[in-house]
């Protein structure tokens, strides 16, 4: 049987409408959104706020990964956060919400990720070196030093979400 998976997103040529340098950042979005949406299918939602080894839960990482993106993005655009913004990432990591099923924080994050796509084609590469301060105490950055991280923070918790929705299939599959 031929292999029919694709290869990995930065294998698959220019995105249309993403300026050169920014190429990477959309590649890495969209290879995550990809590896979680792929990795998340059928899981347990009763296992969604579960800590192995007192890791961070799923529910954690895929919220995380929204408000992070969300987050790196107002600063890149050199605001601050909203009070929305400040609230969603002091409740990130609670599962007491109605809405925190798979199904939701997937869409959420899938939604996250368009937005993002859609400020990199907007972004002007002439401006990639400009000061942006970062939190209430506006640390130094760039609009490239936040795209970067943006891209690279995402995959870190990626491949933490991965390694714990494994760890958890893997425990449900032994019992």
Known sequence: MANTKQPEVWLRGQLEGIPPHLQPVA??????????N??????????????????????????????VLDRLFTYAQGKLLTDNQLQYLKAEGTGNQ???????????????????????????????????????????????????????????????LLVTVRVLKQTVEEK
């Not at 994050?109 to 972004?123: G, H, W």
Request: without cysteine; aromatic residues 10%.
């Open 98 to 160: 109605s809405d925190t099923t798979v199904a939701y924080l997937l869409q959420q994050f899938n939604q996250q990720v368009d937005v993002a796509l859609a400020q990199l084609s907007q972004t002007n590469e002439n401006e990639l070196l400009e000061f942006r301060g970062v939190g209430r105490a506006q640390l130094p950055s760039t609009v490239f030093g936040l795209l970067f991280h943006s891209a690279e923070h995402t995959m870190r918790h990626t491949g933490q």
């Open 38 to 67: 792929e990795y998340m299918q059928g899981f347990p939602e009763y296992l969604l706020w579960e800590k192995p080894a007192g890791v961070a839960s799923p529910g954690f990482h895929l919220q995380h990964l929204t408000g």
């Open 27 to 36: 590649h890495a979005l969209l290879q995550a959104r990809e590896e979680i």
